[in-house]
């Protein structure tokens, strides 16, 4: 499924402009952005991943469009929507929200929209193109995303793209 949707943008990849495309292995869903984690608190981490797993059992997510953030005037980041019909994601993602926050983990900033980032855009010479072309884009049938368990992972930032590994994976429901 990584693979279609990194196809999704194949169109956009004529344009002229600098847009880092996300490789298909590495789209992923992020419900909550640690930062640096010192190896004393990724037991804490992993048990309120575990705490938060409990509350909830498996789910089903669709798709929904493609946009960008921070807005259509500075697109900074092209990314494909989930749709969240029975909010069921939403309140897990408060629930882990609230296990991190207990455990000492900072609240997060930013308001969470569910997404998967395709593409970063590094220099634009035609926004109104962009948003113009993101526009046109067909989004296949895509088959709903199946959430049966989450990661606790690690992102290692190079030059040649994010190295992810896992740390810990937990299963909804216990």
């Not at 419900?31 to 990724?42: A, H, K």
């Not at 609230?98 to 035609?126: I, S």
């Amino acid at each position: 499924m990584q693979q279609q949707m990194a196809v999704i943008c194949m169109p956009l990849h004529a344009l002229p402009d600098k847009i880092t495309w996300v490789k298909p292995q590495n789209i992923h869903l992020s419900l909550r952005f640690l930062g640096e984690v010192s190896i004393e608190l990724l037991p804490k981490a992993e048990a309120a991943l575990s705490q938060a797993a409990k509350t909830c059992t498996a789910f089903s997510i669709g798709f929904t469009n493609t946009g960008v953030f921070p807005d259509v005037k500075r697109p900074r980041v092209i990314w494909l929507g989930l749709e969240d019909s029975t909010a069921r994601l939403g309140r897990f993602k408060q629930e882990i929200d609230k296990a991190l926050n207990d455990c000492g983990f900072a609240p997060e900033k930013r308001a969470f929209k569910a997404h998967l980032t395709l593409g970063r855009v590094r220099r634009l010479k035609d926004t109104k193109r962009l948003i113009s072309k993101l526009g046109t884009l067909v989004l296949p049938e895509l088959a709903l995303l199946e959430v049966k368990y989450i990661h606790l992972m690690r992102s290692q930032l190079r030059p040649q793209g994010p190295i992810y590994s896992v740390l810990e994976t937990v299963q909804l429901g216990g």
